[in-house]
Nanobody, 125 residues
């Protein structure tokens, strides 16, 4: 079983920065690739960034160059550093894990088995 707990969301002005954290449990093998997703009201959940157990990363075009996914393996924390935030980045942000031995870099929610409860990020203009 993999447990994921996000934190770090809040309200920020356009152009600002926020760092999200996701504390996770379970072995590297049981978690597989990890990712951040987001969902705004009325919209489908969309992939933001993925981090494979190989260290490879993948980003959505809309956040490339602004967001960075990283991991502290000693502390069991997955991060999402978000810079140059825009009002369209406003959403509930979710941490996800793909499951045993997965090395996917997919941004599709259907490829991820374990989910956190989410943390809200609101960007005002």
């Amino acid at each position: 079983q993999v447990n994921l707990v996000e934190s770090g969301g809040g309200s920020v002005q356009s152009g600002g920065s926020v760092t999200l954290s996701c504390v996770y449990s379970g072995s590297t093998e049981s978690r597989g690739s990890m990712a951040w997703f987001r969902q705004a009201p009325g919209n489908e959940r969309e992939g933001v960034a993925t981090l494979a157990i190989t260290g490879a990363t993948n980003y959505a075009a809309s956040v490339t160059g602004r967001f960075t996914i990283s991991q502290d393996k000693d502390k069991n924390i997955l991060y999402l550093q978000m810079n140059s935030l825009k009002p369209e980045d406003t959403a509930m942000y979710y941490c996800a894990a793909a499951g045993p031995y997965s090395v996917t870099l997919s941004l599709s929610p259907g490829r991820y088995k374990f989910w956190g409860q989410g943390t809200q990020v609101t960007v005002s203009s």
